[in-house]
């Protein structure tokens, strides 16, 4: 099979989908090759909630919050904490930020996405300073949206034939000799016949490492521990495997960062599995408590999400032995505060329902509560801590619960709540309050809500297991999105975008990531790797 292509793209993410878009604009010939079936075309983007980060947006402006690069570029640094060699990584974010509006944000636009009006505050820092203003800017429409507003527009390119989609199309080998990559080797897995394609130019868009099991625990950060969790969900991609990785890596690419990785620590078991350890990240309630796997109150900080998810995952995974934890509350909590990462999880954003949207926002997610709590094997109900105790137990994970420590954990929490404002002494009451200044927040959060309150049982317990996302790290390359071997020089003919270069440079983010930048470093890498293609074949 040796068709004339002028570039091999390698994923059907939206990474993939945006460099075969712009190359094709420019007349280019462009072969996608596919793992996944064609609905599943757009990739993980098309399952996100579609948040997005940029810096001095219309959004921002419109809300009056000053915001400008020097400042992004501050928190960026200080949240990183880049290593010494860590050049092209840095040179990445530096560019992000400095060109988020122009080739990024008004790029996106141009095509047709919309962006809902308030922006979201998330990653603000606890010991590491974050986002010191609001630059979460979801898609509307989810990023389901953003993912078929571009399968759109490259459908126009597909009926020219500039472009074309093979599926179920595993690469497994670069074709490499005298220092220049010149087409793939794989196979199609739905009749297990052999492919040979040849181009001048091979494009690696297949994603991260955090869809396999293995690469995870291979690569786990020793900054969370020196074992990985038992269990850990499955919030990635199931073809995420960094078999491309390791191929890169064998014809003298750089692959770098890989234990850097954007893992979550409240996943729950998806209620209708479509992969091995398929899992949903929760957005982890506010008024909620934060346990251990014995289910007394993490601690003497206690755990509260919205500040620095790095840290979550650390402090869950310090336990020394059963590395989970369990979010009590009631329903008057879950019903005003649970929230699910996702465009599955969000219909009213995914679908642009904006009256629904707002009784969502209003009068809380009463199909999402329900569902979880009916088909959910991670949520149990009680009309009395005991009973919880009780029940939590039957799942049968492995730690025994103290019931009467967390019985009274949770009462002295309570009690706090009796006292006058002046006299009370909780960080988690702290934290809310901080948070609630902020609009996007406080239509999201309680005020004051005790969890042993009659008026709003039943109470309820989630076992939250640490479920894995993005790999942070990935193939090294420069700014023109060519990889880099060992030495640092370009490899001829070899390009690398989106999550499998570490959303660029091989590791743009560092050590943690200020939310947002995931999508928006898929879309920017690869209109610089198209940029520098249609370059170099004019």
């Given at each position: ?237 199931q073809y995420a495997d960094g078999m ?170 309570d009690a706090q709540l009796d006292r ?119």
């Amino acid at each position: 099979m040796t068709d004339d292509y002028d570039v091999i793209v390698i994923g059907g993410g939206i990474a993939g989908i945006v460099t075969a878009l712009e190359l094709a604009e420019k007349n280019r010939k462009v072969l996608i090759l596919d793992r996944d079936e064609p609905d599943k075309f757009g990739g993980l983007a098309k399952e996100s909630f579609g948040g997005m980060f940029f810096v001095d947006s219309p959004q921002q402006r419109k809300a009056g919050i000053k915001d400008d690069a020097d400042l992004a570029w501050r928190d960026w640094q200080q949240f990183a904490e880049f290593k010494e060699d860590d050049h092209w990584p840095r040179v990445f974010a530096k560019t992000y930020i400095e060109r988020s509006i122009p080739d990024l944000y008004e790029a996106v636009t141009a095509r047709g996405v919309t962006y809902f009006p308030v922006v979201n505050w998330v990653e603000r820092g606890m010991y590491i300073p974050g986002n010191s203003v609001p630059r979460f800017h979801l898609v509307w429409g989810t990023g389901q949206e953003l993912a078929n507003v571009y399968i759109n527009h490259l459908s126009e390119q597909i009926k020219n034939k500039q472009v074309e989609v093979r599926f179920s199309h595993k690469v497994s080998e670069l074709e490499y000799q005298a220092g220049r990559v010149s087409g793939v080797r794989g196979a199609n897995e739905t009749n297990n016949t052999p492919f040979y394609f040849e181009a001048q130019v091979v494009v690696v868009a297949a994603g991260g490492i955090n869809g396999s099991d293995v690469k995870i625990r291979q690569h786990w950060q020793e900054e969370w521990g020196a074992s990985a969790p038992e269990t850990i969900l499955n919030g990635s991609h199931q073809y995420a495997d960094g078999m491309m990785h390791d191929e890169v890596s064998r014809i003298g690419g750089n692959v770098t960062n890989l234990d850097r990785m954007w893992n979550y620590a409240a996943g729950v078991h998806h209620p209708r599995p479509r992969k091995p350890r398929h899992g949903l990240s929760l957005v982890p309630s506010k008024s909620a408590l934060w346990m251990d796997a014995k289910g007394r109150r993490i601690g003497p900080e206690p755990l509260v999400s919205g500040y620095d998810t790095w840290e979550l995952v650390k402090r869950v995974c310090e336990q020394p032995e059963h590395k989970y934890s369990w979010a009590v509350m009631n329903r008057k909590i879950a019903l005003k505060e649970l929230a699910i990462s996702g465009a599955e999880s969000n219909p009213a954003v995914r679908d642009k329902k904006k009256i629904s949207f707002i009784k969502t926002v209003l009068f809380g997610n009463k199909p999402l509560l329900q569902d979880m709590l009916d088909n959910c094997v991670d949520f149990v109900t009680a009309r009395s801590v005991e009973e919880l105790a009780e029940k939590m137990n039957a799942l049968g994970t492995g730690a025994d619960i103290d019931v009467a420590g967390m019985k009274a954990d949770i009462e002295a929490y309570d009690a706090q709540l009796d006292r006058p404002l002046k006299y009370r002494n909780d960080d988690q009451l702290r934290r809310i309050s901080h948070l609630r200044q902020y609009r996007g927040d406080r239509v999201r959060t309680l005020k004051e809500q005790k969890i042993l309150d009659d008026d709003a049982l039943p109470l309820i317990a989630i076992r939250q297991f640490v479920i894995s996302r993005k790999s942070l790290g990935g193939i090294q390359t420069n700014l023109e999105g060519q990889v880099m071997d060992t030495e640092g020089y370009p490899i001829e003919g070899l390009y690398a975008v989106g999550e499998a270069a570490g959303f660029g440079g091989g590791g743009m983010h560092g050590l943690r990531a200020l939310e947002g930048t995931f999508l928006g470093g898929c879309v920017l890498t690869a209109r610089y790797a198209a940029e520098a293609i249609n370059g170099d074949l004019a």
